[in-house]
Antibody, heavy 121, light 107 residues
Framework: VQLVESGGGLVQPGKSLKLSCSAS????????MHWIRQAPGKGLDWVAY???????VYADAVKGRFTISRDNAKNTLYLQLNSLKSEDTAIYYC????????????????WGQGASVTVSS | DIQMTQSPASLSASLGETVTIECRAS??????LAWYQQKPGKSPQLLIY???SLHTGVPSRFSGSGSGTQYSLKINSLQSEDVASYFC?????????FGAGTKLELK
């Protein structure tokens, strides 16, 4: 199992960014996927989940600003980040759900190396 | 949201020692608890889910226990490769939430 994030960078407040997560080593279309973030020196903060059938769930802090999506043909997960704020500065990890069975689809059994997003003017 | 309180925030232990990290939920999470290990500069890795189920490939010196609002992670016979931060996560209720972490160092 390999997950590789890309698309991070420095962005001004109010601007947008799109993260990608390329998956390999497993049947991507069969698994739910997550984005989780970690602010510098801080703990983990779940951001969003997309099921294998593309149903989505968001944390309140990002609802209406971030959009999670997937392209099963490309084995790729995405996170569109809009209206960015300084408090969105973090490393963003994509992660795979342990299983499709509730509530275990909120357990993450494989993580990428992370993409750094810095929101600053 | 369910608050997860981990203790201690940091811990120093010797090789071969047994270490216990605690996690308290603000309400009953019915064993919907996972533990993750994050080594310095690396991404988190799943250790335990369902409070006491060891994830595939995780050494048996790691174990989880607890119920209701109180849970713990125990590491038997501490190894140098166990130096890491450890996070608990409740997934019983939306939104899933993590503890602030416990940083484990060697004495």
């Amino acid at each position: 199992v390999q997950l590789v994030e890309s698309g991070g960078g420095l962005v001004q407040p109010g601007k947008s960014l799109k993260l990608s997560c390329s998956a390999s080593g497993f049947t991507f279309s069969s698994y739910g996927m997550h984005w989780i973030r970690q602010a510098p020196g801080k703990g983990l903060d779940w951001v969003a989940y997309i099921s294998s059938s593309s149903g989505t769930v968001y944390a309140d802090a990002v609802k209406g600003r971030f959009t999670i999506s997937r392209d099963n043909a490309k084995n790729t997960l995405y996170l569109q980040l809009n209206s960015l704020k300084s408090e969105d500065t973090a490393i963003y990890y994509c992660a795979r759900s342990l299983t499709t069975r509730p509530p275990y689809y909120y357990v993450m059994d494989a993580w990428g190396q992370g993409a750094s997003v810095t929101v600053s003017s | 949201d369910i608050q997860m309180t981990q203790s201690p925030a940091s811990l120093s232990a010797s090789l071969g020692e047994t270490v216990t990290i605690e996690c308290r939920a603000s309400e009953d999470i019915y064993n919907g608890l996972a533990w993750y290990q994050q080594k310095p500069g690396k991404s988190p890795q799943l250790l335990i889910y369902n409070a006491n189920s060891l994830h595939t490939g995780v050494p048996s010196r790691f174990s989880g226990s607890g119920s209701g609002t109180q849970y713990s992670l125990k590491i038997n016979s501490l190894q140098s490769e166990d130096v890491a931060s450890y996070f608990c996560q409740q997934y019983y209720n939306y939104p899933n939430t993590f503890g602030a972490g416990t940083k484990l160092e060697l004495k």
